[in-house]
């Protein structure tokens, strides 16, 4: 296929309907018998596609896993999910190594810019979700449950929710940190402040992963990637706090004044293990 063929929408609807031709019927019942297409078709189509996807033109990822889906839904064609499902399709054989390996790089490639694609369009502002019930809440809502389907159409569901952690847990982080020095006040305001932004974004990603993951899997990622971040940032800023209001006072203060703040410091390191504890014996339920 060649780049044309990819970029075009006509030329790729007509593409499929010669590609079904070919393959014939490809149903048993209800179910989709995966296709076994000939390696070297293969590369010439993941090369044509990388080589787009590596463009300026707006819209080329979405126009290429608009391609992949209806590939693999309409003609049966089985893209793998990773790495491992490419070896077994080729005997070992030297010449089918080397062209397994051209395949599996040139699928690597796009599936990582395809991946960035996703993650930052879930992170933008057109698919923020900040509480609207309306339409456009919904239209939102479906949006970001399109983007998860795709992305587990590229990856194996336990490295998406690894990936999205990740940034999740960043973005917690960066969230409840500040630029200047923790003080008890400071964190009171940046606790205030980011509480509605923290709600909102736990409630978004509840109502989105219940329609992609399973329950216990839905309860483990908000645990792991929020309640247990929150907790330990906390505990860390807390301990910041009563650092630095040891420092302040002990220019100002004697000894029996060291010793209160020492003593408000265990209290809240105290008051936040608790916290952490059973955050975690939360998730265990």
Not at 5 to 27: C, H, Y
Request: net charge negative.
């Amino acid at each position: 296929m060649l780049l044309a063929d990819v970029t075009n929408p006509n030329v790729i609807e007509q593409s499929l309907r010669e590609l079904q031709g070919t393959l014939g019927d490809t149903r048993a019942g209800d179910q989709m018998k995966p296709v076994s297409t000939g390696h070297q078709d293969l590369l010439d189509f993941l090369r044509a596609l990388q080589q787009y996807l590596r463009t300026e033109e707006d819209g080329r990822e979405d126009a290429a896993l608009l391609t992949l889906l209806s590939i693999s839904s309409r003609c049966g064609v089985a893209f793998p999910s990773f790495q491992q499902r490419m070896a077994p399709c080729f005997p070992v054989h030297a010449v089918r190594d080397e062209a397994a390996l051209d395949v599996q790089e040139a699928w690597e490639d796009i599936r990582v810019l395809l991946r960035r694609h996703l993650l930052e369009k879930l992170h933008s502002a057109d698919d923020v979700v900040d509480g609207d019930r309306g339409a456009e809440g919904c239209i939102r809502m479906a949006r970001r449950v399109r983007r998860f389907e795709q992305l587990l159409f590229l990856y194996p569901e336990t490295e998406v929710l690894s990936r999205y952690q990740n940034l999740q847990v960043k973005f917690v982080q960066d969230l409840l940190r500040g630029t200047q020095p923790c003080s008890f006040e400071r964190l009171a305001d940046r606790l205030r402040t980011a509480a509605p932004t923290l709600c909102s974004t736990i409630a978004a990603d509840l109502h989105t992963l219940r329609c992609v993951v399973e329950p216990n899997t839905l309860i483990a990622f908000i645990n792991q990637g929020y309640l247990n971040t929150i907790s330990q940032e906390l505990l860390v800023l807390i301990e910041e706090c009563c650092e630095n209001a040891v420092k302040d006072t002990s220019t100002h203060t004697s000894k029996p004044g060291k010793r209160s703040c020492t003593k408000a410091k265990a209290q809240g390191c105290e008051s936040s293990n608790f916290f952490l504890n059973n955050q975690c014996l939360w998730g265990k339920r």
